[in-house]
């Protein structure tokens, strides 16, 4: 049974660090690229990172290149992001999400056939 399982999110203050991670089970990961997608309230969900299959190519979406870093440890299974100097506009609930042989572009959410259920990250003075 394929299961992605985020965690990490929480409250921290502007220009404060979180790590989110997403333990993947039930598929070979290193098969599967993996996008973590966000979304705020009123908004579309934004895909702000992806890492590919194979050979772990990335892709950061403008708003969060310099910032964020996406790695993956297919030991554990578990990918991560890395967030540095987080914005009060990075508020939202974060998901990850898995699309099979699947490269390092802009992450669409049709384009991913397994999702976790989110974690919210805020962040706020």
């Known amino acids: 049974q394929v299961s992605l399982v985020e965690s990490g999110g929480g409250l921290v203050q502007p220009g404060g660090s979180l790590r989110l991670s997403c333990a993947a089970s039930?598929?070979?990961?290193?098969?599967?690229?993996i996008g973590w997608f966000r979304q705020a309230p009123g908004k579309e969900r934004e895909g702000v990172s992806c890492?590919?299959?194979?050979?772990?190519?990335?892709y950061y979406a403008d708003s969060v290149k310099g910032r964020f870093t996406i790695s993956r440890d297919n030991a554990k299974s578990t990918v991560y992001l890395q967030m540095n100097s987080l914005k009060p506009e990075d508020t939202a609930v974060y998901y990850c999400?898995?699309?099979?042989?699947?490269?390092?572009?802009?992450?669409?959410?049709?384009?991913?056939?397994?999702w976790g259920q989110g974690t919210q990250v805020t962040v706020s003075s």
């Open positions: 999400a898995a699309a099979l042989w699947g490269t390092a572009t802009e992450p669409r959410h049709y384009e991913y056939d397994y």
């Open positions: 890492i590919s299959s194979g050979d772990g190519s990335t």
């Open positions: 039930g598929f070979t990961l290193d098969h599967y690229a």
